[in-house]
């Protein structure tokens, strides 16, 4: 599992987006991820797994029951997609080069990215280890990284 060293990405957002919600007893099994629905769901979860697709994508049509399948096996997270045709500007903002991939963001920090459609023991063994991670050493490490770069002339940003 990859570790990312950086925050999320905040692309631009639209105030008061319209998104469903999950509330107490609501099942959900995914969502579509958009620019403006972005930061309501991303941030306002503390884990989230994304899947950037695209209709013409055969690996993507192969991938795309088995994201449903584990989002019906794991309904406390949320599942996203984001369909990088109709949503470019978020998969320039996540440097998405290949599809499909998956990527899995606690407390707003990308934990996991991988392209390829991954089997389904493969997303299980995945979703499993990010929910095992420690995110204050998560947090900590991402706090170093940046304080390295920053040392090394770096923004950090």
């Known amino acids: 599992m990859r570790r990312?060293?950086?925050?999320?990405?905040?692309?631009?957002?639209?105030?008061?987006?319209?998104?469903?919600?999950?509330?107490?007893?609501?099942?959900?099994?995914?969502?579509?991820l958009t620019k403006e629905n972005f930061d309501e769901i991303v941030s306002g979860n503390d884990f989230v797994l994304i899947d950037f697709w695209a209709e013409w994508c055969g690996p993507c049509k192969q991938f795309g029951?088995?994201?449903?399948?584990?989002?019906?096996?794991?309904?406390?997270?949320?599942?996203a997609k984001v369909d990088t045709e109709a949503q470019p500007e978020l998969a320039q903002a996540f440097q998405i080069q290949s599809i499909p991939t998956v990527m899995i963001v606690r407390d707003n920090i990308?934990?996991?990215?991988?392209?390829?459609?991954?089997?389904?023991?493969a997303?299980?063994?995945?979703?499993?280890?990010?929910?095992?991670?420690?995110?204050?050493?998560?947090r900590?490490?991402?706090?170093?990284?940046?304080?390295?770069?920053?040392?090394q002339g770096g923004t950090g940003q």
């Open 110 to 121: 990308a934990v996991f990215a991988q392209p390829g459609a991954l089997p389904e023991a």
């Open 65 to 79: 029951p088995v994201f449903e399948r584990s989002s019906e096996k794991h309904d406390d997270l949320v599942f």
């Open 4 to 32: 990312g060293a950086n925050s999320f990405p905040q692309p631009e957002t639209v105030a008061n987006s319209s998104t469903s919600s999950t509330e107490a007893g609501t099942y959900m099994s995914t969502v579509e």
């Open 123 to 138: 997303l299980e063994d995945v979703i499993g280890q990010a929910r095992a991670l420690d995110m204050d050493e998560v």
């Open 140 to 151: 900590a490490s991402v706090a170093e990284a940046q304080q390295s770069e920053q040392a």
